[in-house]
């Protein structure tokens, strides 16, 4: 009785810990979508609610890691439960990064709304849907425990640098054009860049799912090929 009860506990510990992680991945997405709102809309109130809400985002980060830990200490789990907890530590720390970049979004957006609006630059819209695209298909994989999405995710981070490098390039021609804009150019590469690094976060996410779930470490490696 005492074996099945503590099984209990561990099967609710798991639960929490895997609805802590959804709820974080969630939070994050809302995260990057109010940040482009913000930089599109040049709505400084919603900006400054990105930045706000990084801190809950922080607290996340902080009390999942606590129950992640606990569960390792008082319950000694093997195999795949052992995976997932130890993934879980590297996926909290990407998920807050992420959520970093978000709030970094959105402070270059409070920037560029006290300058005059720029004609005839690049729009961040696409890289910003690849972006956010990707990062919901990892969470779905992490979700449904499913290696062959989560590989798809890596796969697709080739073309969120492709996008990357082209508008960068996009915007620094801009400014050798009219070198005045420089100043008004310069939050939108760094937009750029992090919404690159929350690519780059979500195919580390991609990455742990493949670990969680077929206990192959595909870091530093080329992508993993999906089934379909």
């Known amino acids: 009785m005492m074996t ?10 798991l639960r929490t810990l895997r609805e802590r992680l ?3 991945g969630g939070r994050c997405e809302q995260q990057i979508t109010l940040a482009m709102q913000a930089l599109i809309d040049r709505d400084d109130d919603v900006a400054r609610k990105v930045i706000a809400n990084d801190e809950a985002i922080d607290r996340d980060e902080s009390e999942i890691d606590e129950l992640a830990l606990q569960i390792l200490a008082t319950r000694q789990p093997v195999a795949s439960d ?3 907890i130890t993934m879980s530590l590297k996926f909290v720390t990407d998920l807050e990064r992420i ?29 910003s ?8 298909a990892a969470l779905d994989s992490f979700v449904a425990k499913d290696a062959d999405r989560a590989a798809t995710v890596i796969q697709a981070d080739r073309e969120i640098d492709k996008r990357n490098a082209s508008l960068f390039a996009e915007l620094l021609a801009h400014v050798a054009a ?23 976060h979500t195919k580390n996410l991609a990455e ?6 077929k206990a192959q470490d595909v870091r530093h490696r080329p992508p993993p090929k999906s089934a379909n």
């Open 4 to 13: 099945t009860h503590t099984s209990k506990d561990f099967e609710t510990e």
């Open 22 to 24: 959804c709820a974080m």
């Open 82 to 84: 052992l995976r997932f």
């Open 99 to 127: 959520g970093d970049n978000a709030a970094g979004i959105a402070k270059r957006a409070l920037e560029l709304s006290r300058l005059p609006p720029l004609e005839g630059i690049p729009d961040l819209a696409q890289l």
């Open 129 to 136: 849907q690849l972006v956010h695209r990707n990062l919901r």
């Open 178 to 200: 009219d070198p005045a804009t420089v100043t008004r150019v310069l939050p939108l590469t760094s937009v750029c860049r992090y919404l690159e690094r929350i690519g780059d």
């Open 208 to 213: 742990e799912v493949v670990y969680m779930v």
